[in-house]
């Protein structure tokens, strides 16, 4: 277990919070710790955002939450009732992620006893706390620790493709155990929707300079690409998984022929990964994907040498297989232009210096 960047931003969002709070008496401190720990976000644009929407939503449940107490009381069914129309209110604005703080609020000022003086002034006080919490929960996501997923998601990239990559040499080598790889797809699965959130907030990260802004749009396009080639080497062993019986019953010069063009795809895929991070020379990669380029091609001829009617059940439930990885070879192309593009041109702007780091 890791402690990431955001859990660390959350409790000194926290702390802050509630020593902010403390400092100007107002109770109950709590209130500005709950808003802190709600509103720390995964990315600075999306803290920004969700402090906005806090303090809209914060504010018109505070307003319910005094009109029901002034003019129909605090019982609990009186509670539950503004609680109801507060939520409904927070769907017709489209406010999703500020009704559970919301609901905290309406529920702390109605049920609240204040002490001898103005009720409206303590419900104000309440709203303050809240706005504490949000605002500091801001301010450290922006200025402490601001997260860079573009670290983050090009290693998880790098990562699952080097664990598709080894259990679909296992596979092809007819050594790996059956029960353990579908338990592998489960993970893999999960680690496709936590690349897609990364690169999601990637997207999501506000840059200030044009200079800047257009450098990162191509480097998005590129992992866009990155990320297409790394799912489809997840249907290559999901297809592979459904299929390997009839591949080992097929021709073995045809197992072999296949074997070698898909292992030589492999590599040629994480040359292009090691290659984005400058970690291959250009010269070196240029002669091996020339070579690996005509690959498809030798694996379309090789299928229609080697095709067998006698045995077709195995040749056509082997097909699919064949269709997956020429489109592979096809995505690896297309991602090898975009990497050697985005090298070649802009070299200042399109500077990489990736570290691998602590995941949130």
Same mark, same amino acid.
């Given at each position: 277990?890791?402690? %990431?960047?955001?859990?660390?931003?959350t !409790? /000194? @969002? *926290?702390? $802050?919070?509630?020593? &902010?709070?403390k400092?100007?008496? #107002?109770?109950?401190?709590?209130?500005?710790?709950?808003?802190?720990?709600?509103?720390?976000?995964?990315?600075?644009?999306?803290?920004?955002?969700?402090?906005?929407?806090?303090?809209?939503?914060?504010?018109?449940?505070?307003?319910?939450?005094?009109?029901?107490?002034?003019?129909? %009381?605090?019982?609990?069914?009186?509670i !539950? /009732? @503004? *609680?109801? $129309?507060?939520?409904? &209110?927070?769907?017709?604005?489209? #406010?999703?992620?500020?009704?559970?703080?919301?609901?905290?609020?309406?529920?702390?000022?109605?049920?609240?006893?204040p002490?001898?003086?103005?009720?409206?002034?303590?419900?104000?006080?309440?709203?303050?706390?809240?706005?504490?919490?949000?605002?500091?929960?801001?301010?450290?996501?922006?200025?402490?620790?601001?997260p860079?997923?573009?670290?983050?998601?090009?290693?998880?990239?790098?990562?699952?493709?080097?664990? #598709?990559?080894?259990?679909?040499?296992?596979?092809?080598?007819h050594?790996?155990?059956?029960?353990?790889?579908?338990?592998?797809?489960?993970?893999?699965?999960?680690?496709?929707l936590?690349?897609?959130?990364?690169?999601?907030?990637?997207?999501?990260?506000?840059?200030?300079?044009?200079?800047?802004?257009?450098?990162?749009?191509?480097?998005?396009?590129?992992f866009?690409?990155?990320?297409?080639?790394?799912?489809? #080497?997840?249907?290559?062993?999901?297809?592979?998984?459904?299929?390997?019986?009839?591949?080992?019953?097929?021709?073995?010069?045809?197992?072999?022929?296949?074997?070698?063009?898909?292992?030589?795809?492999?590599?040629?895929?994480?040359?292009?990964?090691?290659?984005?991070?400058?970690?291959?020379?250009?010269?070196?990669?240029?002669?091996?994907?020339?070579?690996?380029?005509?690959?498809?091609?030798?694996?379309?001829?090789?299928?229609?040498?080697?095709?067998?009617?006698?045995?077709?059940?195995?040749?056509?439930?082997?097909?699919?297989?064949i269709?997956?990885?020429?489109?592979?070879?096809?995505?690896?192309?297309?991602l090898?232009?975009?990497?050697?593009?985005?090298?070649?041109?802009?070299k200042?702007?399109?500077?990489?210096?990736?570290?691998?780091?602590?995941?949130?």
């Open positions: 277990m890791r402690l %990431g960047a955001r859990s660390l931003k !409790g /000194l @969002a *926290v702390a $802050i919070a509630l020593i &902010i709070s400092l100007l008496h #107002l109770t109950p401190v709590t209130m500005s710790g709950i808003a802190a720990a709600v509103a720390t976000q995964p990315s600075v644009r999306r803290s920004l955002r969700t402090m906005f929407d806090n303090i809209q939503g914060n504010v018109i449940g505070a307003i319910i939450a005094i009109l029901f107490v002034k003019f129909i %009381g605090s019982n609990p069914f009186v !539950g /009732l @503004a *609680v109801i $129309i507060v939520i409904v &209110i927070m769907l017709k604005m489209r #406010l999703h992620p500020t009704i559970n703080l919301t609901m905290v609020t309406v529920i702390v000022i109605m049920s609240g006893q002490p001898e003086g103005d009720f409206t002034k303590y419900a104000l006080e309440r709203i303050i706390l809240v706005l504490i919490g949000v605002v500091c929960a801001t301010i450290v996501n922006i200025v402490f620790l601001p860079n997923y573009e670290n983050r998601l090009y290693y998880k990239i790098l990562n699952q493709t080097n664990e #598709l990559l080894k259990w679909i040499r296992l596979m092809s080598q050594a790996s155990e059956h029960t353990k790889i579908k338990q592998e797809l489960a993970s893999f699965d999960e680690n496709k936590k690349i897609d959130n990364y690169y999601h907030w990637y997207k999501e990260e506000r840059t200030y300079f044009k200079k800047n802004r257009f450098a990162k749009h191509r480097r998005a396009v590129i866009r690409q990155m990320i297409a080639s790394t799912n489809k #080497l997840h249907d290559i062993l999901k297809v592979f998984y459904r299929t390997e019986q009839d591949f080992h019953n097929l021709p073995e010069p045809f197992k072999d022929t296949l074997k070698k063009r898909l292992d030589g795809l492999m590599n040629y895929h994480e040359r292009i990964l090691l290659k984005f991070n400058g970690k291959i020379r250009d010269e070196h990669h240029e002669e091996y994907a020339k070579d690996t380029c005509q690959y498809k091609k030798k694996i379309t001829e090789s299928f229609i040498d080697f095709y067998d009617e006698t045995a077709q059940t195995h040749w056509l439930n082997v097909f699919p297989l269709a997956e990885i020429v489109a592979y070879s096809q995505l690896l192309e297309h090898d232009m975009l990497v050697e593009s985005f090298q070649t041109y802009h200042s702007a399109n500077k990489m210096n990736l570290v691998e780091e602590n995941e949130e």
